[in-house]
T-cell receptor, first 112, second 113 residues
Framework: DTGVSQDPRHKITKRGQNVTFRCDPISEHNRLYWYRQTLGQGPEFLTYFQNEAQLEKSRLLSDRFSAERPKGSFSTLEIQRTEQGDSAMYLC??????????FGPGTRLTVL | AQTVTQSQPEMSVQEAETVTLSCTYD???????LFWYKQPPSRQMILVIR??????QNATENRFSVNFQKAAKSFSLKISDSQLGDAAMYFC??????????FGKGTKLTVNP
């Protein structure tokens, strides 16, 4: 299967720690998106890359959040000094055009 | 800014029956796309159906069809011949002026045998 993959699938951390998530998109997709989904809500957009360029960032993405896509392939999302409010499912999606976004299984973050 | 509203937190349907999930949206864009995504329990989100706003014809995909009312900014999903595997969270989403998807809060669909 060559779908979108995310690692780790689950992460438990203590408040104040830094965490990093990885997303590997479908290989031919040049667009990569990050979303955050809290319980009982739909996904909320965080940021978007086209190739290695970060083209859009949500106001939800505070200074503690940073995302990279260094070679236009995989992407990382880092959260510094985690807070309990950061507990959520972090979803990655990729696409080849302004069209269907293919989602990964997500990384569930729990901040204690 | 775009907004998407799903007013039905939960719906249920008997197997083999038809169910309609509601969605309304608001956008200032003239060119936009609308989507329904399905998120089964503990599984990843998959696209069910999409509609380009400039197309008047309602999209259909096998047992899934939409009723797109552009003037009313309504985009409902009809599932015919419901199957147990249709049980999931269903999210309505809009995309326009930007590549990001804006999602509603979702509708949890239960299919009763």
């Amino acid at each position: 299967d060559t779908g979108v993959s995310q690692d780790p699938r689950h992460k438990i951390t203590k408040r104040g720690q830094n965490v990093t998530f990885r997303c590997d998109p479908i290989s031919e997709h040049n667009r990569l998106y990050w979303y955050r989904q809290t319980l009982g809500q739909g996904p909320e957009f965080l940021t978007y890359f086209q190739n290695e360029a970060q083209l859009e960032k949500s106001r939800l993405l505070s200074d503690r959040f940073s995302a990279e896509r260094p070679k236009g392939s995989f992407s990382t999302l880092e959260i510094q000094r985690t807070e309990q409010g950061d507990s959520a499912m972090y979803l990655c999606a990729s696409s080849s055009s302004v069209d269907e976004q293919f989602f990964g299984p997500g990384t569930r973050l729990t901040v204690l | 800014a775009q907004t998407v509203t799903q007013s039905q937190p939960e719906m249920s349907v008997q197997e083999a029956e038809t169910v309609t999930l509601s969605c309304t949206y608001d956008t200032s864009e003239s060119d936009y796309y609308l989507f329904w995504y399905k998120q089964p329990p503990s599984r990843q989100m998959i696209l069910v159906i999409r509609q380009e706003a400039y197309k008047q014809q309602n999209a259909t995909e096998n047992r899934f069809s939409v009723n797109f009312q552009k003037a009313a900014k309504s985009f409902s999903l009809k599932i015919s011949d419901s199957q147990l595997g249709d049980a999931a969270m269903y999210f309505c989403a809009a995309q326009g002026g930007s590549e990001k998807l804006v999602f509603g809060k979702g509708t949890k669909l239960t299919v009763n045998p």
